[in-house]
């Protein structure tokens, strides 16, 4: 399939359903025509196409409804690239149409008080009977718990190996009996993140994704396409948080100093070689030749949203902020909202999806080749680990 | 545009690192740069049987009518290996300089069998293209003055000297002229050229400015070279070395520090791309604005993660340390570039 024959199928589409009219019901039939995710397989959303051929139908279909990508950041970005992957037919048929829609909205029980950096730690545990699991344990930095008809969770099947083999991956309904969702207040003000409670929740052993004890090789995917989700880099020269640091700049010539100069064009310097290296990795990428690069993206990012934001509360001399209220977000928002809410949502990005210390690993040890630490962890099992 | 390697360049880039691990490797250049640094036999074959010098040439004027890409990748290799040779002197910088006005000087320098040098200081930039020149010429068209920080003089058979907005060249050079100083960058030593009403031949135009950053971008590419000689050379370097009975490349201090700079060097590569793909002022800005620091940043950071050794003449990391160093300083400093890029990207400063 190539660029004409693609426009050719937009075209068809939009001959046929008209986008001013109901918005479900044209993202449904979206779907049905494949114009959803083109690399996907025909009958789930894609015609089997090159991935970089979904720029083309972004791009023809502009001004046609969307998605909400911040409510349904998780769904996209993270649970369907590992539906697909690891999902059985059934199962991919089930979740990805109303996933993608944005009928279902979707969250991600990972973390837990006991286990962030360490994942595979983690002590939610889950518990044969018969044809269902028995979910007892506690999650948290949920993002959108409160919106979400279903989550991805991983939790550990058997604890006498060691950690990385006694885990296997779940679809948790979250609206079964035992899920509690509270909202974990964050330095914001708000609860944009939640705890959840899981307290003997039943799982019909069809929500299962891949083996049992095969939790942790899905949850890799999982956390990979995370990652690039988080740190694909603004395409747009000065886009981004940039975006907002250069207009504030611009607008008020009286509030400038040469210091805040000199780290300004530094920022601006760093931001755009990142931009570039955004453009380089999805050039390879459309190449077929994927390179290390895309595992520094979200570094780079959360380093320059946070000295970007830092800075410009600097330039505005800012001394109020305009919310503190406890209340639910609507969804994740990094832009959005004032000088002060960005400075302090920006320090949550180098924290979720992977702290920059574990992404530094990460990246000197799979791309760099070097040694890891000692680990005195690795061969024990898992009841038999200091906790 | 594509900010990645041709296969065509791939290709020039093997041939040229082949040749530069047989006859170039760092213990090479270390036991020659005290004497005679520059490698003129090395420069002969890379000229001559690779055909690096004539890439920048039209073929009609005797060159190989390739692009500033494919002579960035030659950069790259060259950076590598901290070679001593003349190309970015004068088959990048007095060739550029000569290219508008397509004298036949264009087709010895293509080949080989001349090397040219631009009498401008290696510390001028585009910004400020005069900067530790002063020369000027008479009614017949005679050259008196000085220049300080000439790179390639000192193996040069032409001097290409821009006056005023015109090119002049210096075709007989005698030995008074060229004075070579004691310079922080073994490998590319700078001399200072004086000339007292030396004869000189005008060969056309020069918009010094415009072959000043030209160069910048071109440079580039040798300093990502250089930084990811520095790179590689300290990740094997930490693998092997033990202390505290493991290797030191396993202790988080130090991972974390080479995960950085291994960004910082991925991200050289995407401006170094960047600045010959596109060549308008932002990219070549953007590109010595970032590359130079990180060539600098890559060869402190060799030699603090050597250790003892790095500190050594014995260890090559030096050589690299002083040709980042001195890039930095060349054809306009990080500071200089950004300073640029206020305007050119409206970023204005206070008023």
């Known amino acids: 399939m190539n660029e004409a024959q693609i426009k050719e199928r937009v075209a068809a589409f939009l001959s046929e359903h008209d986008p001013s009219g109901d918005r479900l019901e044209f993202l449904r039939a979206r779907f049905d025509a494949g114009l959803a995710w083109v690399w996907f397989p025909e009958g789930l959303g894609g015609l089997g196409a090159p991935r970089e051929l979904q720029q083309v139908v972004e791009r023809e279909l502009a001004d046609t409804p969307q998605l909400n990508s911040g409510l349904q950041g998780i769904g996209l970005g993270m649970a369907a690239p590992t539906i697909l992957a690891f999902g059985t037919e059934e199962q991919k048929r089930r979740f990805l149409k109303p996933l993608w829609t944005g009928e279902e909205i979707w969250c991600q029980l990972f973390s837990e008080p006991g286990a962030g950096s360490d994942l595979a730690t983690l002590a939610t545990r889950a518990v044969r009977d018969g044809d269902e699991w028995v979910i007892d344990g506690q999650k948290v930095w949920t993002s959108g718990a409160h919106h979400a008809r279903w989550a991805i969770l991983v939790a550990r099947t058997d604890p006498d190996v060691p950690k990385h083999r006694g885990l296997t991956y779940f679809v948790c309904d979250m609206h079964a009996p035992g899920v509690e969702v509270r909202p974990l207040r964050q330095i914001t003000g708000e609860a944009e993140f939640n705890e959840v409670f899981l307290t003997g929740v039943r799982l019909s052993d069809d929500l299962r994704l891949g083996a049992v004890g095969d939790g942790w090789r899905v949850a890799q995917t999982t956390l990979m396409n995370e990652r690039v989700a988080i740190g694909g880099a603004p395409s747009r020269r000065g886009g981004g948080v940039m975006a907002s640091v250069l207009a504030a700049w611009r607008e008020h010539p009286e509030l400038r100093t040469h210091d805040l100069h000199q780290r300004l064009l530094s920022l601006w310097v760093e931001a755009e070689v990142t931009r570039l290296s955004g453009a380089r990795l999805r050039e390879q ?103 | 545009m594509s900010l990645l390697y041709s296969d065509v360049e791939e290709e020039l880039r093997a041939a040229v690192r082949a040749l530069l691990a047989d006859r170039c490797p760092p213990s090479a250049v270390l036991r020659r740069v005290e004497s005679e640094p520059y490698d003129l036999d090395l420069w002969k074959t890379l000229a001559g049987e690779i055909g690096v010098a004539g890439l920048l040439v039209p073929e009609e004027l005797g060159g190989a009518g390739a692009s500033a890409s494919e002579a960035a990748v030659v950069l790259e290799e060259l950076g590598r290996a901290v070679a001593p040779v003349p190309f970015l002197t004068s088959s990048v910088l007095a060739t550029r300089a000569l290219l508008p006005t397509r004298d036949a000087l264009l087709g010895e320098l293509a080949e080989g069998r001349k090397t040219a040098a631009l009498a401008v200081s290696f510390a001028a930039s585009a910004y400020r293209p005069d900067r530790g020149a002063s020369v000027s010429v008479d009614g017949e068209g005679r050259l008196s003055g000085t220049v300080t920080g000439v790179a390639g003089a000192e193996v040069a058979d032409v001097l290409l000297v821009p006056v005023d907005g015109d090119l002049y060249a210096v075709e007989s050079i005698e030995p008074e002229v060229v004075r070579v100083v004691p310079s922080i960058d073994l490998t590319r030593p700078v001399a200072e050229v004086t000339f007292a009403r030396t004869p000189a031949r005008r060969v056309g135009a020069c918009d010094l400015a415009a072959v000043l950053r030209f160069g910048a971008g071109l440079l580039a590419s040798e300093q990502l070279g250089v930084a990811e000689w520095c790179l590689e050379t300290t990740l094997a370097y930490v693998k092997e070395r033990h202390q505290f009975a493991r290797p030191i490349g396993s202790f988080q201090a130090i991972k974390h520090r080479l995960a950085d700079l291994w960004l910082d060097v991925v991200r050289a590569r995407a401006a170094a791309r960047n600045a010959v793909a596109d060549a308008s002022s932002i990219s070549v800005a953007v590109a010595q604005a970032w590359n130079a620091g990180v060539a600098v940043h890559a060869a402190e950071e060799a030699l603090q993660l050597h250790g003892g050794i790095g500190m050594t003449w014995e260890h090559p990391v030096h050589l690299y340390l002083k040709r980042a160093k001195a890039a930095e300083v060349a054809l306009g400093t990080p500071g200089d570039h950004r300073e640029a890029l206020a305007s050119l990207v409206d970023v204005p400063g206070p008023e």
């Open chain 1, 285 to 387: 990428l459309a190449a077929g030749q994927p390179g290390p690069e895309g595992s520094g993206m979200k570094l780079s990012f959360a380093k320059l949203n946070q000295a970007l934001t830092g800075l410009e509360m600097e330039f505005r001399r800012e001394l109020t902020y305009d919310d503190w209220t406890f209340r639910r977000s609507e969804n994740v928002d990094f832009y959005g909202r004032g000088p002060g809410y960005r400075y302090l949502r920006a320090k949550g990005n180098s924290i979720e999806g992977g702290t920059s210390e574990i992404l530094r690993n990460i990246i000197s040890e799979r791309v760099l080749g070097l040694p890891s630490e000692p680990r005195v962890d690795k061969d024990v099992p898992w009841k038999d680990l200091p906790r």
